[in-house]
């Protein structure tokens, strides 16, 4: 027989994730969608009742980003520019409607490879915070998706908070859909820039949805540092190695046409990033 919990703080989640296995109902965006009309066959464990997962705290090193914090509460809440490519982002998770009341933490454990969050999250080196009945532990939000619909939770685990080390710069996100709202994506990319003296300090840049698992592209951030900020960055984003990505070809579009239109977003991407004219959003 199925079970149904809906505890009221975080130690009587973790001891009964210590008990058996359970699934875990956040914002339910994907969750219902997936279940679709099928019976439950698993142990739901409803967490909407912890309001100690919710919302967006600042210590001496790091931003705190609670597992049940919302795409609305990101875009509301008072964040440095760096985190303007997650902010955009979250404005991309479909609807407002689906944006009140889908969780960031969700949106990294459903693990889908076009999952919004993720590019604008790994530009910002997060981190995630797993918790158990026994232990807490930090894992890289690199290190943390495995894979299509693949994380390394282990039994018992929940993520708790997306922690991001105090971050420098100015962000931005674009998009290439199908359509220009309401769309999974075809390939997106955040990129963040820190310039000192006009010139390129330091550059992250990642890709969604043209591999297993988004990606930060070593090979264009190398290319651009040291570089003097103007038209000279898009150039380098145009020669340099992308060898981190695999995308697959589907209904939205071929291998082929995400490696050639990545290269254009990702130039976008930087320049948005510096604060340079570009498109802001990008249609197939």
């Known amino acids: 027989m199925t079970r149904y919990a809906k505890p009221t703080t975080v130690d009587e989640a973790l001891a009964l994730l210590g008990e058996g296995a359970w699934r875990i109902l956040a914002g339910g965006t994907d969750f219902y969608p997936a279940q679709g009309s099928r019976p439950f066959r698993v142990n739901v464990l409803d967490i909407n009742g912890l309001a100690a997962l919710r919302g967006i705290a600042e210590t001496d090193t790091h931003w705190v980003i609670g597992a049940r914090t919302t795409w609305t509460d990101v875009i509301r809440h008072p964040l440095p520019p760096a985190f303007d490519a997650l902010k955009q982002a979250a404005g991309e998770v479909g609807s407002p409607q689906i944006q009140n009341v ?12 076009a999952a919004d969050g993720v590019p604008g999250l790994l530009v910002l080196d997060a981190e995630v915070e797993l918790r158990s009945a026994a232990a807490t532990r930090h894992l890289p939000l690199s290190d943390f998706i495995l894979g299509n619909r693949r994380t390394a939770l282990q039994p ?46 330091d550059a992250a840049v990642a890709v969604g949805s043209c591999s297993a698992v988004a990606r930060r592209l070593a090979g264009v951030e190398a290319a651009l540092r040291g570089l003097p900020v103007g038209t000279g960055l898009a150039e380098a984003v145009r020669s340099a190695p992308m060898t981190e990505l695999s995308p697959i070809a589907d209904v939205r579009g071929s291998a082929e046409y995400r490696l050639d239109a990545v290269r254009e977003i990702v130039a976008r991407a930087v320049l948005a990033a510096a604060s340079m004219p570009t498109d802001d959003k990008v249609a197939a």
């Open 102 to 113: 889908a969780s960031v933490a969700g949106n990294l454990c459903n693990a889908s490879p």
């Open 156 to 201: 018992g685990e929940m993520l708790t908070a997306i922690r991001v080390p105090k971050p420098a710069g100015t962000s931005a996100f674009v998009k290439l859909g199908a359509r220009r709202y309401l769309v999974i994506s075809i390939a997106m990319v955040a990129a963040r820039l820190v310039v000192e003296n006009g010139v390129v300090a």
